[in-house]
């Protein structure tokens, strides 16, 4: 507000803002501050979603495939989980991950099995003979959120399993209560596809070849390929 950044600029203060929305950012905008993006977020919207519709025709046939393949999937609370599958779980997730470090999502919790993520949720895909092929977790995001923490997969799953997942969790999420679920945060998305259009600036390049490097350590690219997927109206600028 202008009596804010009066009260800053009296004390030799700058202002920021950090993970804005865009109704935010244009709030901010008009007081007087500058506006930079800093990637995408993928958030679907559980009471709007659906597989109908061109640009939804890739993830409904991945459902349709894995549906063909005999598995199931179900959708619960950590807390509602035994303990004999949350350990089965945690001995999976460790198995599917192989020898590669693990480089998480922007808001992952890097934990399982603990007795305080009870409001967590996971989603299990199950073969035909009731065995677990593949898994997410997600961790509580306010009161009506969840953000994606874990994706695992058996090299034996049927491809497709993961949007499978998603879909069926956007889906039955509503009967959990959940009404956004976050799926990943896609940091310098601008850079990344800016750097492939014709015409890209020198400063643009050299940002892409810096943050590709990065990618090595921390998913940048990475992540921008998991959310682009994703629906255009369910994705979110921050």
Not at 149 to 159: C, G, I, Q, T, V
Not at 202 to 216: Q, S
Request: glycine residues 8%; neutral net charge; contains cysteine.
């Amino acid at each position: 507000t202008p009596l804010y950044s009066s009260a800053a600029s009296d004390v030799y203060k700058r202002q920021g803002v950090l993970s804005a929305s865009e109704t935010g950012a244009e709030a901010y905008v008009k007081a007087g501050l500058r506006a930079r993006p800093l990637g995408d977020e993928a958030v679907l919207d559980t009471d709007t979603f659906t597989l109908e519709g061109r640009a939804m025709r890739p993830v409904k046939r991945a459902v349709a495939r894995v549906r063909e393949a005999g598995c199931t999937i179900t959708v619960q609370r950590h807390s509602q989980l035994d303990a004999t599958t949350m350990q089965q779980i945690v001995e999976l997730s460790e198995q599917w991950r192989g020898d590669e470090v693990d480089r998480g999502f922007s808001m992952a919790l890097n934990r399982l099995a603990d007795r305080t993520d009870g409001r967590s949720v996971a989603v299990l895909v199950r073969d035909a003979s009731g065995q677990i092929v593949a898994l997410q977790s997600f961790v509580p995001w306010g009161t009506r959120g969840l953000s994606l923490d874990l994706m695992r997969r058996s090299p034996e799953a049927p491809n497709g399993v993961n949007e499978a997942m998603v879909a069926t969790l956007a889906e039955e999420g509503g009967d959990l209560g959940v009404r956004e679920v976050s799926l990943n945060f896609a940091m310098f998305r601008s850079v990344f596809t800016g750097a492939d259009k014709v015409g890209a600036g020198v400063g643009v390049r050299l940002a892409d070849r810096v943050l590709t490097w990065g990618n090595r350590f921390w998913q940048l690219e990475s992540c921008l390929l998991y959310t682009s997927p994703s629906p255009r109206d369910a994705t979110l600028s921050r």
